[in-house]
């Protein structure tokens, strides 16, 4: 009979190439979302090789926050699939192995990824994102091309939030044109028109934006007072060297919290429901994220078993749909959660807990040679996959 020990070291070799290739391939995929929004900046924004790369980077710990327990699951799918369709499982059953002495190599691998993934969500996400919201201010600040993109509401500048609908980055005009000017202490004034242009003045940092048929509504906080002025032609002066002077600070957002700062925020206190128990999900997801690499592969250990039929391709599909079935699952609980009337523990962990325990269930049932017929939806879902990859090949 074959050391049960080198059985385990097989396995645990044979599930490190496909998780390779899976990570690659998803992470790859991942970062091709971001190509639209890299060249807008290489060709309109006149942003550098260093920078781009440096924005590509800041967004890899978010895109491996998801990626790594995907290809998890993949890896020990299509590699139990590949030792069940060479009847290596039977042989090892034959020889008196049960699937439960299978499981070391398969939870260590899991573990591994498990507590990769926790180092990239407790440590590399917050940071990322917090990099790249610093990088994106900076790249607006150095110009104000990038704050001026289409149908969103630009606050990168300090004092300044613009927004509008149309931009030419040809001829510099600009189509419905909201902004909304705090720079001046204790007034407040937001500018409306239809029309407007992009003038850069022979200082290279301070630009003016012109206003075409427009009105101004300046609101005094300090007596109460609201005026409005109609005008044909107004002319908003903006000195980037200024802003980039006067404000330093940036102010964070939940998920771009370290560990330790997220913690302390809510031990503070937060009176908002709602708020409190966002922060707490985001506490939550910091860890239930990674222990889906353990639920996501202890199901795809039977599952591989069960669906020794099918072909490899197949099997890839297969452990994205069940990925997707898990995070529907996870956003279904972000969605209940921001109310505050659903608990952020049960939100963020039941996932985890509905993956993992279907896996153990079909593990006994296999581990005990009974049969186990997926609920149809799973049924349909495969068979879906399974006329993919046929239409393909």
């Known amino acids: 009979m074959i050391p049960i020990k080198l059985i385990n070291k097989y396995i645990f070799k044979?599930?490190?190439?496909?998780?390779?290739?899976?990570?690659?391939?998803?992470?790859?995929?991942?970062l091709m979302t971001r190509i639209p929004e890299i060249t807008n900046m290489v060709v309109n924004y006149n942003a550098g090789i260093s920078s781009i790369l440096m924005l590509v980077?800041?967004?890899?710990?978010?895109?491996?926050?998801?990626?790594?327990?995907?290809?998890?699951?993949?890896?020990?799918?299509?590699?139990?699939?590949?030792?069940?369709?060479?009847?290596?499982?039977?042989?090892?059953?034959?020889?008196?192995?049960?699937?439960?002495?299978?499981?070391?190599?398969?939870?260590?691998?899991?573990?591994?990824?498990?507590?990769?993934t926790m180092w990239i969500t407790v440590f590399g996400v917050s940071?990322?994102?917090?990099?790249?919201?610093?990088?994106?201010?900076?790249?607006?600040?150095?110009?104000?091309?990038?704050?001026?993109?289409?149908?969103?509401?630009?606050?990168?500048?300090?004092?300044?939030?613009?927004?509008?609908?149309?931009?030419?980055?040809?001829?510099?005009?600009?189509?419905?044109?909201?902004?909304?000017?705090?720079?001046?202490?204790?007034?407040?004034?937001?500018?409306?028109?239809?029309?407007?242009?992009?003038?850069?003045?022979?200082?290279?940092?301070?630009?003016?934006?012109?206003?075409?048929?427009?009105?101004?509504?300046?609101v005094n906080s300090r007596d109460n007072?609201?005026?409005?002025?109609?005008?044909?032609?107004?002319?908003?002066?903006?000195?980037?060297?200024?802003?980039?002077?006067?404000?330093?600070?940036i102010n964070k957002e939940l998920d771009e919290r370290s560990l330790g700062d997220l913690v302390q925020f809510i031990r503070a206190g937060i009176d908002d429901k709602a708020h409190l128990s966002s922060a707490l999900m985001v506490l939550h997801e910091k860890f239930s994220i990674p222990f889906a690499c353990l639920s996501l592969g202890l199901l795809a250990f039977p599952l591989g078993i069960q669906s020794m039929s099918l072909r490899r391709s197949s099997g890839f599909g297969l452990g994205i749909f069940f990925f997707l079935l898990y995070y529907f699952l996870l956003a279904a609980g972000w969605s209940a959660g921001e109310t505050g009337d659903y608990p952020p523990f049960l939100g963020m962990w039941l996932p985890n807990v509905v993956m993992g325990g279907a896996g153990i269930y079909l593990l006994i049932r296999n581990a005990r040679e009974k049969p186990v017929r997926f609920p149809k939806i799973v049924r349909n879902g495969i068979a879906a996959i399974q006329k993919r990859f046929k239409r393909k090949a």
């Not at 499982?89 to 699937?99: E, F, Q």
């Open 14 to 30: 044979e599930l490190i190439p496909p998780f390779a290739i899976s990570l690659f391939f998803l992470t790859f995929v991942f």
């Open 57 to 116: 980077s800041f967004t890899l710990p978010r895109f491996l926050e998801f990626t790594i327990p995907m290809s998890a699951m993949i890896s020990v799918l299509l590699t139990v699939m590949r030792m069940s369709g060479e009847n290596e499982i039977v042989a090892l059953k034959g020889a008196g192995v049960s699937l439960y002495k299978l499981l070391p190599p398969i939870l260590a691998f899991c573990l591994i990824a498990t507590f990769f």
């Open 225 to 249: 007072s609201v005026s409005t002025i109609n005008f044909k032609q107004y002319d908003i002066n903006i000195d980037l060297v200024n802003m980039q002077e006067k404000s330093r600070k």
């Open 127 to 218: 940071w990322g994102k917090l990099s790249l919201k610093k990088k994106g201010i900076e790249i607006a600040r150095s110009s104000i091309d990038a704050a001026l993109q289409e149908r969103k509401f630009n606050s990168e500048l300090s004092d300044i939030m613009i927004y509008v609908s149309h931009v030419n980055m040809k001829t510099r005009d600009l189509k419905d044109v909201f902004i909304e000017d705090r720079r001046s202490r204790g007034v407040t004034s937001i500018s409306v028109a239809p029309l407007g242009k992009l003038i850069r003045q022979d200082d290279e940092m301070v630009y003016t934006i012109r206003l075409y048929n427009g009105m101004i509504n300046q």
